[in-house]
């Protein structure tokens, strides 16, 4: 078994591997050899890397922490080596400081550290977050789903918080819907429209039902799903010719209001009689774990006792491993450090979050 390792450098040595998506720059072996008296469940899948760990320390709920070890590549703009942490003024500089490096060593941290636990307890790590994802978390619990080892609860330790550590978790997320319409026309020289059909005027009077259009009211935790279009195009760039094809692109972050089905039934009814292709790609679907849950509740008070904070209920932001849970019914929250630089030159966290997190998923284990 490897000897415990303060925290903080369990996070600097993270943050030195250069695990840029699908790479685990060898985390996923460290980790693994670290929790050594964990049973380790392994599945790699063209060119992604996953590991499961897990105990069982009594006959109590399944809590599981889950994370990855990928990070974006880090770009140009730093002012130092974004793969050799640099310390300065109590501040942590690293790509990955953030997302999510700071997370995955809290909770290593804290079970490498549990002794007593009543029930099983887990850690799921993936090298494909931050890719396309679809060999990463997702493949793990299909599999755990066969072998009877599906968590009851999840912590995904993704960045947070906004403006001071400890002030938000986050209880659920939007989906994400991509969408491609294609409006055919006939193409025509300008200086005789009646002998084209132009696809232009025929979306004319349909943009006004669907620019902007909420799909639902949304609700306390949730912002109405609204029908973002996002881009707009057609023709060959230049004034005598009449398009004869209008692409319409669009993105819906949904609610649990509103289905993947309602939004296709809402483009199919607002562009029914005409001649178009519709190409439809869901990436994630909605999920919210219930205010009252117990997982809640005990992250909540765990924060009030180490930050002295009140913390938010939340399900803003993007998309993350979460929603794989959520499908599963798994009751999961999310929390973790500050999200102010992640994905950005010189990511930075601090030394006083991290120790922070730490001390909040120790008291997660305890109350327990």
Known sequence: ????????????????????????????????????????????????????????????????????????????????????????????????????????????????????????????????????????????????????????????????????????????????????????????????????????NLIAPILPNIAGKNLDNGDEFFEPSQFVITDIRGGLEVTNVTPGEVKIMFNVRNSTATSQEDIKNFVLENFDGLEYEFDFKPSAKPFMTNPDSKIVNILAHSIKEVCNINTNLSTAGGTSDARFFGEYGVETVEFGVINDTIHAPNERTSINEVQKLYQVFKSVLKEF
């Open 1 to 200: 078994m490897e000897k415990d390792i303060d925290v903080i450098d369990l996070f600097l040595k993270l943050l030195s591997a250069k695990s840029i998506t699908p790479d685990d720059g060898g985390l996923l072996d460290f980790i693994q050899e670290y929790l050594s008296d964990f049973e380790a469940l392994r599945i790699d899948m063209e060119g992604v890397k996953n590991l499961f760990l897990t105990k069982k320390f009594g006959e109590g709920e399944h809590l599981c922490f889950a994370g990855h070890v990928d990070v974006v590549p880090p770009g140009d703009g730093w002012n130092s080596d974004p793969f050799t942490p640099k310390i300065e003024d109590g501040l942590i500089f690293a790509r990955g400081a953030q997302d999510m490096k700071s997370g995955v060593a809290a909770f290593v941290a804290a079970v490498k550290e549990c002794k007593n636990f009543n029930g099983r307890l887990s850690i799921l790590l993936t090298s494909d977050e931050e890719g396309d994802a679809f060999f990463g978390t997702k493949i793990v619990l299909q599999e755990l789903k066969k072998i009877n080892l599906m968590p009851n609860f999840a912590i995904v330790a993704e960045p947070t918080c906004e403006e001071i550590f400890g002030d938000a978790i986050k209880i659920g997320r939007r989906g994400s819907n991509n969408g491609v319409i294609r409006v055919k026309g006939k193409q025509g020289h300008a200086a005789y429209p009646s002998k084209a059909v132009n696809p232009v």
